[in-house]
Structure formats: C-alpha cells, structure tokens
C-alpha cells in the first residue's frame, strides 16, 4: 500500500529531474488549492473527508438521466456501496463509515457508458478520478487487461491507491512507488537469502496509477485504450495540462476506441464553448453532444438523428460528449466545430447502448424503475447485515434500525 512518504518522495525526484519547471506548474491542481480543498494530507485517515465529494446532490440527477435501474443495476449499485463500506472499515477505522450515494451512482452511470459502448472493453484510461470508485466496477469486469488512472492531488491521489488495492489486491501497481532497492545481502556465504522472484514470475498487473511526473509513460502507450474518459475536469486542468492530455489521448486511443466526456467541468480556465474549440482544434470529431439539463434551453435544435434515438427525452445530468481521432470509421462524417452543439447525435449505432432512453421510455418498457436513497440505505444495510452475521449488538444492528 502507498505511503504518503513514497508519493512525496515519488514528486521530490520527479521534480528535481524534470527538464523545466513548467511541466510541475502544469499540474498544480489551482483550482482546488483556490477553494481550500485539502490537496495535501499529512496522515491516510484524512482521505475520510473525500469519501462523497465532487458529485454530491446528484443522486436522483442521475437516476432520471439512468431512467431509473434494472434490478441487476441496482444489485450493482448496492454492491459497490457495501464494498466501500467494508473498504471503510479496512482502512479507515478511526472513523464510523459513510455510504457515498452520489459519487457511487456518477461512476455506475460511467461505467454503464463504458459497457454500452463495448461490453467486452479490456483497456480504460481515466484522468482525474476524483474518489476513483469506478473501480468499483472495472475490477468485477471479467475482460478488462488494463484500467490506467491518473491523477495530480496527493489527496485524492491515496485514496486512489487505498480504493484500487482493496479492490485490485496484487493486481495493482502504484507508478508512484520508487524503484526497489538492490535485494542482495553479500556477507556471509551461509547467510540465508530472501527467494525474490523477478517481474516476469509474478502475475499480471491490470490496475496501473500514473503520478503528474511518470505521465512520460503514458504517452508512449500508443494505441492502447478502448475508452479514454476525464470527468468533471477538462476546464479545470491548467490550459497546459489540456493540451497535453488531449495530445496523450490521441495517440493512447485506438483507431476505433472513444473519447468519453461524462461532465465537462467548472468553467475554471475557460468556457464550455472555449473547450469546445480546444477539442475541435486538437483533432477529435464529436459522434455525439448532449448538455445538462439545466443548459439546455427550448430554442435548441436537435438533429433528426438524437431525435429519432429518444435522446430529445433524455435529461443528462451532465454535458456529456462522444469524442473519435481520425482513423475512426465515423470520423471522416463528423468532423467540424458544429458537432460540439448540444443535439448533435451521428449515426454511430453504439451511441444508443451509451446513452439508453429517458425515464418516461424506460417507465413505458416497464424494464426500469427510480430507486430512492432511502431505499438503497435500506438494501446497503440488509446487506451488510447479512454478511456481518451479527444481529445483536454493535453499530451495524443499531445503523440498521
Ligand atoms: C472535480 S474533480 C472530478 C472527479 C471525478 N472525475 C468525478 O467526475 O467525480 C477533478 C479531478 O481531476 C483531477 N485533476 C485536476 N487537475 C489534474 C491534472 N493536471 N492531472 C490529473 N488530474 C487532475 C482532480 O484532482 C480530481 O480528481
């Protein structure tokens, strides 16, 4: 598990390697150092005040985008729910656990878009994670070879770690973690040596952590990624940063893999529009537009196409866009600064397993239904009940009642 000292210690040597001072400015996370957000921790039980951030008071925003859960979504979603209460009690022990309702649904509405797109997806780069709970559900995802974070807030960085090693357990690797030191201890011929076993003896990795300062990696992941997703944070990055994300995305993309956009992010460095621009000017073609619910006005046109799919219907509870690099079939058909406008939908059929139909189609095929939170609670707790076998004392039976 990583130590706070390795993470420092990890951005102590990159800095003193770097070649220019502007690759750390890059990733100052200014926005949240401007708003008092906790960046730096000094002990890992500080990780317990990011536990439902980011995305708080979005439950039921997200619900109706969902158009409510099929009884198997909402196992899926109690799961996770349950699973990061015992990560909670694991790791967190000084504090009584909470249930991150919203930032657990904002990452099963991702992760859903993700499988719409490709049920069988085997590879997932997603920068700025925030609490990074889609990990909740990328580690059950029986194809996945490959899901690659990366992240800029030592904050967040370890709750990151701590969330991927409950869940990925040997599977993951921290690049923030410096080399190993020389194993061998030559004293004494009949001193015992540790059995250490190379690289290549041990299992797979599948869950990999990229700090600001091994990004250099990255970009030599050429055509790697099925998905490339970076939520909530496109214009919150330094300008820089964006560049250089969107210059990493478009050669770790594979030709027919997505450019996934589930929230644009606090107008920061910029406008939507301007972001918008950006995007366009750095090559991607928008296979798909669809704004938040509160921006979008009666006047805006929405083409044939998203009308004919149900999205008309839909309320997002984000800005959400479907970007492709050129070599993607759709590509050549798509490319131009208008596609960036909310109602813009190709003719891309994977478009209509990402972004299943609105509430009232939903309630219409019966198939879907809103869950509330107190419901959820309900289930959440039932089930760690359950599992805890203990009915008869302790804060579980107490929270249960
Ligand atoms: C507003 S939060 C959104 C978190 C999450 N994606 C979500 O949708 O809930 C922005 C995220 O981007 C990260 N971030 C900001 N600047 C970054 C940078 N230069 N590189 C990587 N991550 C960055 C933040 O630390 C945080 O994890």
Same mark, same amino acid.
């Given at each position: 598990m990583l130590e706070i000292s390795d993470y420092r210690l990890g951005e102590q040597l990159g800095r003193s390697t770097i070649s220019n001072w502007r690759i750390a400015e890059t990733h100052l996370v200014d926005h949240f150092i401007r708003v008092g957000?906790?960046? $730096?921790?000094?002990? $890992?039980?500080?990780v317990g005040q990011l536990?439902? =951030?980011?995305?708080?008071? $979005?439950f039921e925003r997200f619900m109706t985008e969902l158009g409510g859960l099929t009884t198997a979504e909402a196992d899926s979603l109690t799961d996770a729910l349950v699973s990061s209460v015992k990560f909670q009690m694991a790791h967190l022990p000084r504090r009584n656990p909470c249930v991150p309702f919203s930032t657990m649904i904002s990452s099963l509405t991702l992760y859903k878009k993700i499988v719409g797109f490709k #049920?069988?997806?085997q590879s997932v780069l997603e920068v700025?994670?925030?609490?990074?709970? &889609?990990s909740f559900f990328l580690a059950?995802?029986?194809? &996945?070879?490959d899901y690659s974070q990366v992240e800029a807030c030592e904050s967040f960085y370890l709750l990151q770690s701590m969330v991927n090693s409950y869940l990925f357990r040997h599977e993951f690797r921290d690049l923030a973690v410096t080399a190993p030191a020389d194993? =061998? &201890?030559?004293?004494?011929?009949d001193l015992e040596q540790p059995v250490v076993l190379a690289d290549e003896q041990i299992p797979v990795y599948r869950c990999f952590h990229y700090p600001w300062w091994t990004l250099g990696k990255l970009h030599e992941?050429?055509?790697?990624?099925d998905v490339v997703t970076s939520n909530a944070n496109l214009n919150e990055f330094t300008r820089n940063a964006l560049y250089e994300y969107l210059t990493i995305f478009s050669r770790v993309?594979?030709?027919?893999g997505i450019f996934l956009i589930q929230c644009t992010g606090f #107008?920061?460095?910029?406008?939507t529009e301007d972001l918008m621009e950006v995007l366009h000017k750095f090559g991607f073609a928008s296979l798909f537009c669809g704004m938040a619910d509160e921006n979008v006005r009666s006047n805006m046109l929405v083409s044939g196409r998203y009308r004919s799919l149900g999205f008309h219907k839909k309320r997002f509870a984000l800005n959400n866009l479907v970007l492709v690099k050129k070599g993607h079939p759709y590509y050549e058909a798509n490319i131009g600064l208008?596609?960036?406008?909310?109602g813009h939908a190709s003719e891309f059929p994977r478009l209509s397993h990402i972004f299943e139909g609105g509430i009232e189609e939903s309630r219409a095929r019966g198939s879907r239904r809103a869950y509330s939170i107190d419901e959820t609670l309900k289930s959440v707790k039932q089930k760690l009940l359950q599992e805890s076998?203990?009915?008869?004392?302790g804060w579980l039976s107490r929270a249960a009642g």
């Amino acid at each position: 598990m990583l130590e706070i000292s390795d993470y420092r210690l990890g951005e102590q040597l990159g800095r003193s390697t770097i070649s220019n001072w502007r690759i750390a400015e890059t990733h100052l996370v200014d926005h949240f150092i401007r708003v008092g957000f906790p960046v $730096r921790i000094e002990s $890992r039980h500080e990780v317990g005040q990011l536990l439902d =951030t980011m995305q708080e008071k $979005r439950f039921e925003r997200f619900m109706t985008e969902l158009g409510g859960l099929t009884t198997a979504e909402a196992d899926s979603l109690t799961d996770a729910l349950v699973s990061s209460v015992k990560f909670q009690m694991a790791h967190l022990p000084r504090r009584n656990p909470c249930v991150p309702f919203s930032t657990m649904i904002s990452s099963l509405t991702l992760y859903k878009k993700i499988v719409g797109f490709k #049920p069988d997806v085997q590879s997932v780069l997603e920068v700025g994670p925030g609490c990074g709970y &889609l990990s909740f559900f990328l580690a059950d995802h029986r194809t &996945l070879t490959d899901y690659s974070q990366v992240e800029a807030c030592e904050s967040f960085y370890l709750l990151q770690s701590m969330v991927n090693s409950y869940l990925f357990r040997h599977e993951f690797r921290d690049l923030a973690v410096t080399a190993p030191a020389d194993r =061998t &201890l030559h004293i004494h011929r009949d001193l015992e040596q540790p059995v250490v076993l190379a690289d290549e003896q041990i299992p797979v990795y599948r869950c990999f952590h990229y700090p600001w300062w091994t990004l250099g990696k990255l970009h030599e992941a050429i055509g790697r990624y099925d998905v490339v997703t970076s939520n909530a944070n496109l214009n919150e990055f330094t300008r820089n940063a964006l560049y250089e994300y969107l210059t990493i995305f478009s050669r770790v993309m594979k030709n027919d893999g997505i450019f996934l956009i589930q929230c644009t992010g606090f #107008p920061a460095h910029g406008s939507t529009e301007d972001l918008m621009e950006v995007l366009h000017k750095f090559g991607f073609a928008s296979l798909f537009c669809g704004m938040a619910d509160e921006n979008v006005r009666s006047n805006m046109l929405v083409s044939g196409r998203y009308r004919s799919l149900g999205f008309h219907k839909k309320r997002f509870a984000l800005n959400n866009l479907v970007l492709v690099k050129k070599g993607h079939p759709y590509y050549e058909a798509n490319i131009g600064l208008k596609n960036y406008a909310h109602g813009h939908a190709s003719e891309f059929p994977r478009l209509s397993h990402i972004f299943e139909g609105g509430i009232e189609e939903s309630r219409a095929r019966g198939s879907r239904r809103a869950y509330s939170i107190d419901e959820t609670l309900k289930s959440v707790k039932q089930k760690l009940l359950q599992e805890s076998g203990n009915t008869d004392g302790g804060w579980l039976s107490r929270a249960a009642g």
